[in-house]
Nanobody
Framework: QVQLVESGGGLAQPGGSLRLSCAAS????????MSWYRQAPGKERELVAS????????NYADSVKGRFTISRDNAKNTVYLQMNSLKPEDTAVYYC?????????WGQGTQVTVSS
């Protein structure tokens, strides 16, 4: 079955950096667009970034443009989210998502907290 396992979250200071990873299994990773979402307390889940199958097509939420970078390694079945210049408003649970055969598949999420 499809499995997505996020890692790399934690506590960062404002202006700091974190790198999230999402290890995928159970489907042909290289065939599918991958996305990162986040959900802050009391807010709806929102799209942060997405990346096409060959890494040539990336999209970002306006709030993270210029600070976050999504990438993928199809040989390792892994998608990454490099987060720089972190702000307190980036605090959220971050989720990896793949839409596989018409189904939205989610990881368990990883907590990112930005605080001094």
């Amino acid at each position: 079955q499809v499995q997505l396992v996020e890692s790399g979250g934690g506590l960062a200071q404002p202006g700091g950096s974190l790198r999230l990873s999402c290890a995928a299994s159970g489907f042909t990773f290289g065939y599918y667009t991958m996305s990162w979402y986040r959900q802050a307390p009391g807010k709806e889940r929102e799209l942060v970034a997405s990346i096409g199958t060959d890494s040539g097509n990336t999209n970002y939420a306006d709030s993270v443009k210029g600070r976050f970078t999504i990438s993928r390694d199809n040989a390792k079945n892994t998608v990454y989210l490099q987060m720089n210049s972190l702000k307190p408003e980036d605090t959220a649970v971050y989720y990896c998502k793949a839409r596989v055969r018409g189904w939205d598949c989610w990881g368990q999420g990883t907590q990112v907290t930005v605080s001094s």
